[in-house]
């Protein structure tokens, strides 16, 4: 996933939040937007943890 990926999400996330200060419902879009925001995060934390091991094998 890019940083626009990242952006397209987090802009997902702030309408997300707007809606839920008016419709409840919105509750299974917001749990989906921060899901898949974990997951980004944890792939992102994988790759650098990756690439630091490599360095470190050099």
């Known amino acids: 996933m890019s940083d626009?990926?990242?952006?397209?999400?987090?802009?997902?996330?702030?309408?997300?939040?707007?809606?839920?200060?008016?419709?409840?419902?919105?509750?299974?879009?917001?749990?989906?937007?921060?899901?898949k925001i974990d997951v980004f995060i944890n792939r992102r934390q994988m790759k650098q943890v990756n690439h630091h091991k490599r360095l470190e094998d050099l």
Do not use: G, I, Y
């Not at 626009?4 to 917001?30: F, M, P, V």
């Open 4 to 35: 626009n990926e990242l952006d397209e999400l987090l802009s997902q996330l702030k309408d997300a939040c707007k809606k839920n200060r008016h419709h409840s419902t919105n509750e299974t879009n917001l749990s989906t937007v921060l899901k």
